[in-house]
């Protein structure tokens, strides 16, 4: 099993900045990709980001530019510098990872086999 811990998620106005991290501990070194997604009640999850052990990344088309996806594999720690926020990035984001490096894609993120239990990020007008 893989446990994912996330942390950094709060409050900012639009415009602001957030970096959130996510811990990996127990088998982290089966790992081969991770990725964020982020889902708003009542609506489906969505991929945010995914980057692999070889430090591949992909973005959603609306955070292209913004957020930037990084990972310490020594550290088994995923990041998400989340730049220029907007109201409508506002939902809970959730670190989730994968063995399969065939599953690189960020629409694959939400749908990844480990995920922790969220981080909320909400962003005023």
């Known amino acids: 099993q893989v446990q994912l811990v996330e942390s950094g998620g709060g409050s900012v106005q639009a415009g602001g900045s957030l970096r959130l991290s996510c811990a990996a501990s127990g088998y982290a070194y089966s790992i081969y990709c991770m990725g964020w997604f982020r889902q708003v009640p009542g609506k489906e999850r969505g991929g945010v980001a995914g980057i692999d052990n070889d430090g591949n990344a992909n973005y959603t088309d609306s955070v292209k530019g913004r957020f930037t996806i990084s990972k310490d594999n020594a550290k088994n720690t995923l990041y998400l510098e989340m730049n220029s926020l907007k109201v409508e990035d506002t939902a809970m984001y959730y670190c989730?990872?994968?063995?399969?490096?065939?599953?690189?894609?960020?629409?694959?993120?939400?749908?990844?086999?480990?995920r922790g239990q969220g981080t909320q990020v909400t962003v005023s007008s």
């Open positions: 989730a990872a994968d063995w399969d490096r065939l599953r690189l894609w960020v629409g694959y993120v939400p749908f990844y086999n480990y």
